[in-house]
């Protein structure tokens, strides 16, 4: 064929051919692997500070330049290549520039042999810096790495979820279940088995509507309390999944239990105290200033009066004692227990507003209960009042005292008709639901927050004893939780 006839590259297709070579940064070359020369289409090299090894010994001056500890890997992928095994030459490798600096590249070519058999063998390539990629890379591996090592060093469990929650990461095993097989896995399946899937359920809901952190607490069967923040994952507007972390909150609710104990038992011994000592002191005092009034009536009877009042104010402090000592501790044995102190406690609250407050004991439901139990389920009870006359306008607000499932268990429920909660401030920060709720751990108990039919709020406390353990007698020690 007449060379002359073959068709020849414009000047303008040259033109766009430099252009885009430019533009993706790209080092073109051919290498005539026959003559093991070499020669580069553009200034890459010299751009990149590297020794482009052109003129004759390309190969071996090129090679020279490459870190010994990527050598081999190139060199496989080389001779792949040529046994027909690869349909491209393709490595990533350091290169010495003529500084002195490692710079990362990527070299991709391909072998064109002649139509001839003794046609010289050319290599036509392209290099790439990838330096800055390769450097990324090994930083965000350093930095998973560490990340991985941090979570499972921690003593928390660190959770992503999609939407629908199934477990897309899991950085140590949780309930028994390692990280790789916890994937793809619903996390209500996972945890459903120890604790209340509907809740848990309930949970992600929230977390998925509310715009910040969500903090939830769960009572595992085996007592064990868990504390769980989480937050909604967002990417271009749209709620893609729930990151959370997990902690075990049981040694700390221990020692929150120890402590209300103790502050329990202190304010047990004031209310003894007030009501012993200084009411029975006041007491005396009533009965001196009664004989001092008959005496008077008859040797003094300008005194009368005098002492009369007197005597009303010394009744008064007496009456004031006792309120105090049954404030200070309502639910104690001496008080009738739980199921009386709630009686008493929807008694004295306030009728104005046609506001209505009714208690219902079932029998001597709540009469086994250990003081730290009854106290924090009085506690509830009356935050629950609080909450619904200030917060829902409630008119009408019923309180219920049962046995549980157990025969010393005790199921609590508190309900109104007022406005209700929003849910998306089920699992908020609200103070009053983080009090009940904190509460309710403490002792073991389980609380559930939600809307009643047709309007209004429902508050359900349940608390049983665990399996092993025995009801308190007074004076006994306490139980652990």
Not at 108 to 128: S, T, Y
Request: with cysteine; hydrophobic share 40%; glycine share 10%.
């Amino acid at each position: 064929m007449d060379p002359r006839s073959t068709p020849q590259p414009r000047q303008d297709d040259l033109t766009l051919l430099e252009a885009a070579v430019w533009a993706a940064e790209l080092g073109a070359y051919e290498w005539d692997m026959s003559a093991d020369r070499n020669r580069w289409l553009n200034n890459w090299c010299q751009h990149h500070d590297i020794d482009p090894c052109e003129g004759e010994q390309h190969g071996v001056r090129w090679r020279a330049n490459v870190h010994p500890d990527d050598r081999a890997a190139a060199r496989v992928e080389w001779d792949a290549h040529l046994a027909g095994e690869r349909d491209r030459y393709e490595s990533e490798y350091r290169m010495r520039t003529l500084g002195g600096v490692w710079r990362w590249v990527r070299n991709r070519a391909v072998v064109v042999r002649g139509p001839n058999p003794g046609d010289p063998m050319r290599l036509i390539g392209v290099c790439l810096n990838i330096n800055e990629r390769r450097e990324l890379a090994v930083e965000l591996e350093r930095s998973r790495r560490s990340l991985e090592a941090l979570a499972a060093a921690a003593p928390i469990w660190m959770m992503l979820l999609d939407a629908e929650g199934i477990i897309e990461f899991a950085s140590r095993s949780f309930l028994g279940v390692s990280p790789a097989a916890l994937l793809g896995r619903s996390i209500g399946a996972v945890i459903g088995e120890a604790t209340d899937a509907a809740a848990i359920d309930a949970f992600r809901q929230s977390v998925l509507r509310a715009p910040g952190p969500q903090m939830h607490t769960a009572v595992l069967r085996d007592g064990r309390l868990i504390g769980t923040w989480a937050r909604r994952i967002e990417q271009d507007g749209k709620v893609t999944g729930i990151a959370s972390v997990s902690v075990d909150l049981s040694e700390r609710r221990t020692r929150e239990r120890d402590l209300l104990e103790a502050v329990t038992r202190e304010q047990r011994r004031f209310g003894r105290d007030l009501h012993d000592g200084l009411g029975q002191e006041l007491t005396g005092i009533a009965l001196l200033v009664k004989t001092l009034v008959k005496r008077a009536e008859k040797e003094a009877p300008a005194l009368c009066a005098e002492l009369i009042e007197v005597l009303d104010y010394v009744s008064g402090a007496i009456a004031t004692s006792r309120e105090v000592a049954r404030g200070a501790s309502p639910v104690g044995r001496e008080h009738g227990g739980l199921g009386r102190a709630l009686i008493e406690l929807a008694r004295r609250w306030p009728t104005e507003g046609n506001l209505q407050v009714e208690c219902r004991v079932d029998g001597r439901a709540g009469d086994l209960l250990e003081p730290l139990v009854a106290e924090n389920l009085y506690r509830i009870a009356q935050e629950s009042i609080n909450n619904a006359v200030r917060h829902s306008g409630a008119r009408h607000i019923g309180i219920v005292l049962a046995h549980g499932a157990s025969p010393t268990g005790v199921h609590l429920t508190i309900e109104d008709d007022g406005s209700g909660i929003p849910s998306e401030q089920m699992f908020a920060d609200g103070l009053g639901l983080r009090i009940m709720r904190a509460r309710a751990e403490l002792v073991g108990a389980v609380l559930r927050v939600g809307d009643r039919s047709p309007k209004g709020t429902l508050i359900e406390c349940r608390w049983e004893w665990r399996a092993g353990t025995t009801p308190r007698e007074p004076g006994a020690a306490p139980t652990p939780a």
